[in-house]
C-alpha cells in the first residue's frame, strides 16, 4: 500500500482536547481545525482566523513541534517537489532563535529571490543552507543593515492600514482606542505620516514589546509557513507572496505600536484577538509589481 507522510503540530494537538466555547467571528461555535492533503503528504492545521486557535497557536513554546506518522496515500496531486523544498527551507530560516524578526523575513526574501531559477529541490536545499550559514555568522544581518530605507511603500501600507475595519474582540476602552487610531491614520498626510512613521521606527516601547513577544512571531511566520505553504504553487506569485507576509507583519507592528502608545494593556487575550482580527481582514498586494523590494521595505 502507498503511505503518505501525516504531520500533527502540537497546536493541533491541544486544540482537539479542547473543550469548545469559542464563538468569535473567525470560527462561529465550530473547531476550525482543517487538514491539508496532497498524494504523498498530509498535513493537519487550524485557522489563524479564530481567537481561540490563535491563542493555542501563538503563545506555546512548543505549538510547532510536529508529531509524524504515515497515513494511507490519497487519490490527490502531488506535492511538488520544489515547492515543497522550498517551503522547508523557509521554515528553517523562520525557525531561527537568534535572529530578529525583520532579518528573517529578509533571508526569507532572499531566499525567494535566488531560488526563482532552480528547478531541482537540492540547489534550493543548497541556497537556504547558504542563508542559515550566513544568518549565524551575523553576515546576514550586516546586509540587511545596509538596506536603504524607502519610505514610500511604508508610507502606502499605513494609508492602506487606515482603511482597515478590524473585528477585534477587545475590552471596550482597547477597541475605541484602535478605532480612534485608525481614523486619525485616515485623516493625516504623508507629510504628516512621515513622523509618525520615523517614531515608531524608532519607539523603544514597541521595540522592547518585539522582544518580549519572540515566541508570539515566530510561530505568526511559521503558521503563515506551515498552513499556506508559502510561498504557494505559482512562481510567479512568489514575490507578491512575500509582499503580503510583510504587510501583515508590518500592519500588526503598526497596531501594536499605536495601542502601546495609549497604554493599552496587551495581555495574550488581546493579542490573540488581534490576530485572529487581523487574519480575517482581506489584504491585497500593494503592488504585484516590484513585490519583492517592496516587501523588503516594510522590514526596515
Not at 497546536?11 to 470560527?27: F, H, I, S
Not at 522592547?208 to 511559521?222: A, E, G, P, V
Request: charged share 15%.
Amino acid at each position: 500500500m502507498n503511505t503518505a507522510n501525516s504531520y500533527t503540530p502540537e497546536y493541533v494537538t491541544r486544540l482537539q482536547a479542547q473543550p469548545w466555547q469559542c464563538r468569535c467571528a473567525g470560527c462561529n461555535g465550530e473547531k476550525p481545525l482543517l487538514q491539508l492533503r496532497w498524494r504523498e503528504e498530509q498535513r493537519a492545521s487550524a485557522e489563524l482566523s479564530c481567537d481561540s486557535a490563535a491563542s493555542t497557536i501563538l503563545f506555546d513554546d512548543d505549538a510547532f513541534a510536529l508529531q509524524h506518522s504515515s497515513a494511507a496515500a490519497l487519490d490527490a496531486p502531488a506535492l511538488c517537489s520544489r515547492l515543497q523544498m522550498l517551503n522547508q527551507q523557509a521554515i528553517f530560516l523562520l525557525s531561527n532563535e537568534e535572529a530578529p524578526l525583520a532579518e528573517k523575513l529578509y533571508a526569507v526574501g532572499v531566499l525567494l529571490s535566488k531560488c526563482q531559477q532552480l528547478q531541482q529541490a537540492e540547489d534550493i536545499l543548497q541556497v537556504g543552507e547558504e542563508l542559515l550559514t550566513l544568518m549565524n555568522s551575523g553576515l546576514l544581518a550586516e546586509a540587511f543593515l545596509a538596506l536603504p530605507a524607502i519610505d514610500a511603500y511604508p508610507l502606502a501600507a499605513l494609508r492602506q492600514l487606515a482603511q482597515v475595519e478590524i473585528d477585534a474582540n477587545l475590552d471596550p476602552l482597547t477597541g475605541m482606542t484602535l478605532v480612534m487610531k485608525l481614523n486619525e491614520l485616515a485623516m493625516l498626510s504623508d507629510a504628516q505620516l512621515l513622523p509618525l512613521l520615523a517614531e515608531l521606527r524608532e519607539d523603544v516601547q514597541l521595540q522592547s514589546f518585539m522582544q518580549q513577544k519572540t515566541t508570539m512571531w515566530r510561530n505568526y511566520l511559521l503558521w503563515h509557513a506551515y498552513h499556506g505553504v508559502f510561498p504557494g504553487t505559482s512562481d510567479a506569485q512568489w514575490e507578491t507572496a512575500f509582499l503580503l507576509l510583510c504587510q501583515r507583519v508590518f500592519g500588526m507592528q503598526v497596531i501594536l505600536g499605536l495601542l502601546l502608545a495609549e497604554q493599552c494593556e496587551l495581555d495574550n487575550a488581546a493579542l490573540a484577538a488581534l490576530f485572529a482580527a487581523w487574519e480575517r481582514q482581506t489584504l491585497p498586494a500593494l503592488s504585484e509589481d516590484n513585490a519583492l523590494l517592496i516587501g523588503l521595505s516594510l522590514l526596515k
